[in-house]
């Protein structure tokens, strides 16, 4: 990264880093000028996406005229929106996953408990052990229920 002088200082700082005509400003580095004229833009605009103290993104702006940005305010303002969308997406995830996985221990202690056989315990226990890991069935479960003749859920 640290081809990317203009990241970096977005990084280390935790703020906005313009940069109104890269060819000319010295503290741009020899790829970051390669870059903008293999793209055709003189002015930048880089925001770090942070939450919780930690950069997760940027949002970058360009300009093909060598120009200050106006409204510089505006430009931060929704990377701080679109920061707490992602962090708040993420939280979501979390929460769904959470919920997901509280259903399926309710639901096997329900099926745990409905059965005295020790079989059939294993049998559901297994079963719920791949569910909550997400696996498809394989391996030796899938070869002992069939040769068992024990329906084994997909």
């Known amino acids: ?25 010295p503290t741009v580095t020899r790829m970051e000028r390669e870059e903008a004229l293999s ?15 930690d950069v997760i993104g940027f949002v970058s702006l360009y300009n093909r005229a060598p120009r200050p940005f106006e409204r510089e305010d505006v430009v931060l ?9 992602i962090a708040n997406a993420r939280l979501y ?13 309710s639901e096997s202690a329900l099926e745990l408990a409905s ?9 559901a226990t297994a079963r719920r052990l791949c569910l909550a890991a997400r696996k498809k069935r394989r391996g030796w479960m899938n070869g002992w229920s069939r040769k068992n003749g024990v329906p084994f859920p997909a």
């Open 39 to 53: 793209w055709g833009y003189r002015a930048t605009v880089d925001v770090p996406l942070i939450s919780k103290a």
């Open 77 to 85: 303002g929704l990377a701080q929106v679109a920061s707490q969308a």
């Open 115 to 123: 059965s005295l056989e020790l079989q059939d315990t294993l049998l």
């Open 1 to 25: 990264m640290s081809d990317y002088g203009l990241y970096v200082t977005a990084v280390e700082k935790q703020q906005l880093v313009a940069c109104a005509d890269i060819l000319a400003d």
């Open 93 to 105: 995830e979390k929460l769904d996953d959470n919920l997901r996985r509280m259903a399926l221990v």
